[in-house]
């Protein structure tokens, strides 16, 4: 396998053999722009779920996203990539959750290459029924990731 960071600020974490991703999916010819890549609104949609998949370790309840750090993409993305997001938990508060989201491709070919796509910063906040914030559900206790 090999990897590579495309720079300091924006260094995508490596991930660790046998980390277990929270999405991991193929790409298909419908997720495609007019170019014929892969439209960067579906690795967006994937980040925010994946965020989600991260945050409800912490609150089996309900979750929107509150914010998104600011999102650069590295590398196009195929058609055939199968493409990891991979998430950790940066900090829990009161009623927040914010998780950073390294995403990654590989490539379709028989030399297995890991290419990195991009990165994000998802805060997620838990809201009650009426859509208010209320307290994490599991502050000090989150579920494993299987
Ligand atoms: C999320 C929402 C319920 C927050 O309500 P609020 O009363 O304004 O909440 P607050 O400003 O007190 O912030 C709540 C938490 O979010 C965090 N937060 C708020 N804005 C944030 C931002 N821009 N970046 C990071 N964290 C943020 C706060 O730090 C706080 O965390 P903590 O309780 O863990 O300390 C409300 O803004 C909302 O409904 N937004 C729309 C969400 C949505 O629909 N998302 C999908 C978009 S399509």
Redo the contacts with the bound molecule.
């Keep these: 396998m090999s990897a590579s960071n495309p720079g300091a600020d924006t260094a995508i974490s490596i991930p660790k053999k046998g980390t277990v991703p929270a999405i991991k999916l193929i790409m298909m010819p419908r997720d495609t722009n007019a170019n014929g890549t892969i439209f960067g609104g579906v690795i967006l949609s994937q980040i925010d779920l994946a965020a989600a998949v991260e945050a409800h370790r912490w609150h089996p309840g309900r979750l929107?996203?509150?914010?998104m750090e600011k999102v650069e993409f590295h590398r196009p993305v195929f058609v055939g990539d199968l493409v990891s997001f991979y998430t950790s938990t940066v900090r829990t508060?009161?009623?927040?959750v914010?998780v950073r989201v390294d995403v990654w491709a590989q490539r379709r070919q028989e030399k297995i290459e890991l290419v990195p796509v991009t990165r994000a910063t998802v805060?997620m906040?838990a809201?009650d029924d009426q859509?208010?914030?209320t307290p994490l559900m599991r502050r000090d206790d989150p579920l494993p990731l299987y």
């Design positions: 929107v996203t509150v914010a508060g009161t009623t927040s914010t805060t906040v809201v859509g208010d914030k």
